[in-house]
Nanobody
Framework: QVQLVESGGGLVQAGGSLRLSCVASGRSFSAEQMGWFRQSPGKNRFLVASITWTDGRTNYLDSVKGRFVISKDNAKNTVYLQMDSLKPEDTAIYYC????????????WGQGTQVTVSS
């Protein structure tokens, strides 16, 4: 059974930093791409950043470019999201997702980790 477990969320003041981690486990785990999503109350979940597992290509939501960096450690089956210069509008539950095929849906999801940025 595949599991994604996030950690690293918390409360931080505006301008501060947090680093999220997502560890993938399970003998059958295989993914071509992993991503970080976020969801605020009453809003849809949407993609913040993604990374391709094989070649490390990254993609970012415009509003986080220059502030967030997604990275991976293949040996540890772990994806990170370094978040700097945080703003109150970054407040959300952050979810890690993985998809087996680049053109497919996200197959696996973590339970989410709360990020709260105070002004």
């Amino acid at each position: 059974q595949v599991q994604l477990v996030e950690s690293g969320g918390g409360l931080v003041q505006a301008g501060g930093s947090l680093r999220l981690s997502c560890v993938a486990s399970g003998r059958s785990f295989s993914a071509e791409q992993m991503g970080w999503f976020r969801q605020s109350p009453g809003k849809n979940r949407f993609l913040v950043a993604s990374i391709t597992w094989t070649d490390g290509r990254t993609n970012y939501l415009d509003s986080v470019k220059g502030r967030f960096v997604i990275s991976k450690d293949n040996a540890k089956n772990t994806v990170y999201l370094q978040m700097d210069s945080l703003k109150p509008e970054d407040t959300a539950i952050y979810y890690c997702g993985a998809r087996r095929r680049l053109l497919g849906v996200y197959d696996y999801w973590g339970q989410g980790t709360q990020v709260t940025v105070s002004s």
